[in-house]
């Protein structure tokens, strides 16, 4: 149920980010999972044109970490619900086969986007909108330390 942040190595991170203007350095969101054998992996959103399936999807999180630039690498706990919800929310949107939101349509709770994903777990689970100052938000929303800790998990510079 925590939250995962990043950029890729990927091109489309950069165009990510150019196009939308992003004034934050991540590009990609998901949710971290735990199956009933203990491996972890990341539940998120794709475009097919970026993807072998379309939408919603799971990723191991070694090959998930594998793809990611590390120094913008976040892993974000919700101060205010359950990491539990979260992540069973992710995995109903998962079995639903939920379709990528090439629209970016906040007010469309049948497709999603990654950033989409998350806001409307939060909403519809905690009643909390995130994002309500925002049309189009990005990834800076997750940067308020009123809802979000972020979790030291990834060592991002090398000791002396």
Same mark, same amino acid.
């Given at each position: 149920g925590y939250i995962f942040l990043r950029k890729s190595y990927a091109i489309i991170s950069y165009i990510i980010l150019k196009q939308l203007n992003y004034s934050t350095n991540n590009s990609l969101c998901g949710i971290i999972s735990i199956d009933s054998t203990g491996n972890f992996y990341v539940i998120h959103s794709l475009a097919k044109i970026v =993807?072998?399936? &379309?939408?919603?999807?799971?990723? =191991?999180?070694? /090959?998930?970490?594998? &793809?990611?630039?590390?120094?913008?690498? /976040?892993?974000?706990r919700f101060r205010l619900g359950a990491g539990k919800v979260i992540e069973q929310k992710a995995l109903y949107y998962l079995n639903e086969k939920i379709r990528f939101d090439n629209e970016f349509d906040m007010n469309d709770s049948t497709r999603f986007n990654c950033l989409e994903l998350v806001i409307h777990i939060l909403k519809t689970a905690f009643g909390k909108d995130i994002a309500k100052t925002n049309a189009k938000p990005n990834f800076s929303i997750f940067e308020n330390p009123k809802y979000f800790n972020e979790i030291n998990f990834v060592q991002k510079k090398l000791p002396k």
């Amino acid at each position: 149920g925590y939250i995962f942040l990043r950029k890729s190595y990927a091109i489309i991170s950069y165009i990510i980010l150019k196009q939308l203007n992003y004034s934050t350095n991540n590009s990609l969101c998901g949710i971290i999972s735990i199956d009933s054998t203990g491996n972890f992996y990341v539940i998120h959103s794709l475009a097919k044109i970026v =993807s072998e399936a &379309d939408g919603m999807q799971t990723c =191991s999180l070694t /090959k998930f970490m594998a &793809d990611s630039r590390i120094e913008t690498v /976040k892993v974000l706990r919700f101060r205010l619900g359950a990491g539990k919800v979260i992540e069973q929310k992710a995995l109903y949107y998962l079995n639903e086969k939920i379709r990528f939101d090439n629209e970016f349509d906040m007010n469309d709770s049948t497709r999603f986007n990654c950033l989409e994903l998350v806001i409307h777990i939060l909403k519809t689970a905690f009643g909390k909108d995130i994002a309500k100052t925002n049309a189009k938000p990005n990834f800076s929303i997750f940067e308020n330390p009123k809802y979000f800790n972020e979790i030291n998990f990834v060592q991002k510079k090398l000791p002396k």
